[in-house]
Structure formats: C-alpha cells, structure tokens
C-alpha cells in the first residue's frame, strides 16, 4: 500500500510508501549469534563512554579544551550508538522489520548526523594535535576552552542544516515498486536506487556526503599528521620527540578504526561486487566498533585519564576513611 502525496509548488506528484521493509540480516543464518554480540558490544560502549565522561567532568584536571573534544566524542559515540543498536535489535531479533515512512527518516537523519560528529570531532582532535605540537608556545592562547566550544557547537549547526536537507531530499523521490531496503537501517544509497523517478540530485548529494564529510576529514587528520611528523624531526632530544609522540598514539588508533573500514569497504563496493551480507556486517561493525573501543583506548593509552582515575580513587578512599572516623 502507498499514499500519494502532491506537492503544488512543483505541480508534482510523488508516490510514497506508508512503510518501509528493512530486510537486512535477516536470512544470514545464525544471526542470533551477532545480536548478542551487538548486544555486548552497546552495554560496554554505554558504560566504557558514560564512565569516560564521568571521569573528565569529575576530575578537573581535564577540565580543558583539549577533553572538551574528546567528551564530545565520547558523547557522539553513545548517541550514535544508541541509535544504531537497539533499532536493529529490536527491528530484526523481533521481527519488526516494517518502519514508517516518516521514522525512516527520522532514523536516517540520527544515524548520519552522530557519524557525522565522530567524523569531524576526530579532525577537531587532529587540529588539537597539531598546534599543541607544532606551536607549543601559542597552544594556550589558540586552543582555548570558548574556541573549542565554537567549534563543536558549528559543528552541530552544521550537521543538523546538511542532514535536515540530505533527508529532506527523500521527499522528491518516487517509491513505485519495491519498498524492501536491504539494510538494518534505512540507508540512504538503498533508498535512492528503489526510486521510480529522477534520482539525479540524491545520487549526487550522496557521492558529495561521503566526500565531503568522510573522505574530507581523513585526508585532513593525514596532512595534519604530515606536519607533525616534520615538527617532530626536529626535535633534537629523541626522549622528548618520544613523550610528544605518545599524546597522539590514541587519536591515531582512533583515526585508524574509525575511518580505514570505512572507506575500504566504500572503494571495494565501487571496484568490486560485494556480498549484500558482507556489505551490512562491514557497515554495521564500523558504526558498533570504533564507539565501543574509543573509551577504552583513551582512558588506557592516555596518562592524563589514567592519572585522574587514580586521583579520584585515592579522593574517594580518603573521603571513606574520614567518613569512618
């Protein structure tokens, strides 16, 4: 069934379904299997990000621009994953695979708007990177905590803008045929390919997307990796060259889970044919992974993290101990 929607200004007709069929996952066998781990994998990303955040606002040593970045990221990482996973969970271990039209499109908006904002927060973190090692001395006065307040809130307006329009897109297109969507959510490559109509615009907008705010950032965090690299050549004492290195070994393994799956599996999809199945667990895992593994990697390679958990420990024992008394 289809409800036939007109838009007067353009003199249109567009056909759109009342619902959607996400049928993604669901003839892989054994696929209980990956929903319980899906569902391992929210409960460590809800508690390894809430803990993070908890110890950066706790501890006010990380009150800085710096961790205002990174509790970003944190934040992003929760949302978005929470997005993703109890949807899918609910969507395909439940059989509830039919979604309306208009929640597709309010999932599709939230799930490229987080993924968004780890995109550019990784970038924000490389742009942190890159002043605090090639302009120590002025790192104080260009990073402080009003810019980087700026910058992520820039961000969000950007983001929302982009995506409302992005989204806003769908409404042009035409559903005549089949409203199967082979995904656990409701992406916005798959849905273009089942228009009836001119999908010109959309494909475009698509390629810019995935250029623009994936590709983008990336080739941004390597060349601001290049200029560090150089900076730290010429750092004479190879023990300081070391002790600076280390504050980026976590936005690297970062940078590394958040963005190689990603545009790996985007250059096989274009030169190569891909498996449907092994298409949706790549993109699934890139968006579960990265948020799963981020809190783990900055509380564990970071000394400044690991030096406030200890610090709030010890706050806490004595503060027992007084209590006792």
Same mark, same amino acid.
């Given at each position: 069934?289809?409800?036939?929607?007109?838009?007067?200004?353009?003199n249109?007709?567009f056909v759109r379904?009342?619902?959607?069929?996400?049928?993604?996952?669901?003839?892989?066998p054994h696929?209980?299997?990956?929903?319980?781990?899906?569902?391992?994998?929210?409960?460590?990303?809800?508690?390894g990000?809430?803990?993070?955040?908890?110890?950066?606002?706790?501890?006010?040593?990380?009150?800085?621009?710096? @961790?205002?970045?990174?509790?970003?990221?944190?934040?992003?990482?929760?949302?978005?994953?929470?997005?993703v996973?109890?949807?899918?969970i609910d969507t395909?271990?439940?059989?509830?695979?039919?979604?309306? @039209?208009?929640?597709?499109l309010?999932?599709?908006?939230?799930i @490229?708007?987080?993924?968004?904002?780890?995109?550019?927060?990784?970038?924000?973190m490389?742009?942190?990177?890159?002043?605090?090692?090639?302009?120590?001395?002025?790192?104080?006065?260009?990073?402080t905590?009003?810019?980087m307040?700026?910058?992520?809130?820039v961000?969000?307006?950007?983001?929302?803008?982009?995506?409302?329009?992005?989204?806003?897109?769908?409404?042009?297109?035409?559903?005549?045929?089949?409203?199967?969507?082979?995904?656990y959510f409701?992406?916005?490559?798959?849905?273009?390919?089942l228009a009836?109509?001119?999908?010109s615009?959309?494909?475009m907008?698509?390629?810019?997307?995935?250029?623009?705010?994936?590709?983008?950032?990336?080739?941004?965090?390597?060349i601001?990796?290049?200029?560090?690299a150089?900076?730290?050549?010429?750092?004479?004492?190879?023990?300081?060259?070391?002790?600076?290195?280390?504050?980026?070994?976590?936005?690297?393994?970062?940078?590394?889970?958040? @963005?190689?799956?990603?545009i790996?599996?985007?250059?096989?999809?274009?030169?190569t044919?891909?498996?449907?199945n092994t298409?949706?667990?790549?993109?699934?895992?890139?968006q579960?992974?990265?948020?799963?593994?981020?809190?783990?990697?900055?509380?564990?390679?970071t000394?400044?993290?690991?030096?406030?958990?200890?610090?709030?420990?010890?706050?806490?024992?004595?503060?027992?101990?007084i209590?006792?008394?």
């Amino acid at each position: 069934m289809s409800s036939i929607q007109t838009n007067p200004s353009a003199n249109l007709t567009f056909v759109r379904p009342a619902k959607f069929f996400l049928s993604g996952l669901s003839n892989v066998p054994h696929a209980k299997y990956y929903y319980v781990f899906l569902s391992l994998a929210y409960v460590v990303t809800v508690l390894g990000n809430s803990f993070l955040m908890c110890i950066m606002y706790l501890s006010r040593r990380l009150h800085t621009a710096k @961790y205002i970045a990174v509790f970003h990221l944190a934040l992003s990482d929760l949302c978005g994953s929470s997005t993703v996973i109890p949807k899918v969970i609910d969507t395909l271990l439940f059989d509830h695979q039919d979604v309306s @039209y208009e929640a597709c499109l309010t999932h599709m908006f939230f799930i @490229y708007h987080f993924m968004n904002l780890q995109s550019l927060t990784l970038l924000v973190m490389a742009y942190d990177r890159l002043v605090a090692i090639c302009f120590p001395l002025r790192y104080l006065a260009i990073v402080t905590k009003p810019s980087m307040f700026l910058i992520v809130g820039v961000m969000w307006i950007f983001s929302v803008i982009y995506f409302s329009v992005l989204v806003g897109l769908v409404n042009r297109i035409s559903f005549c045929g089949s409203r199967v969507i082979d995904s656990y959510f409701c992406d916005q490559g798959i849905i273009y390919k089942l228009a009836c109509n001119d999908n010109s615009i959309n494909l475009m907008m698509g390629k810019i997307s995935f250029g623009l705010l994936m590709c983008t950032p990336f080739m941004l965090i390597v060349i601001s990796y290049f200029f560090i690299a150089l900076a730290l050549l010429k750092i004479s004492h190879g023990v300081d060259r070391i002790k600076a290195m280390k504050t980026c070994t976590s936005h690297l393994m970062l940078v590394a889970i958040g @963005y190689l799956p990603l545009i790996s599996n985007q250059i096989a999809a274009l030169t190569t044919s891909i498996d449907p199945n092994t298409r949706i667990f790549n993109n699934s895992l890139r968006q579960v992974i990265p948020s799963m593994l981020n809190p783990i990697i900055y509380t564990l390679k970071t000394e400044e993290v690991m030096e406030s958990i200890k610090d709030l420990y010890k706050r806490r024992k004595i503060n027992t101990a007084i209590k006792r008394i």
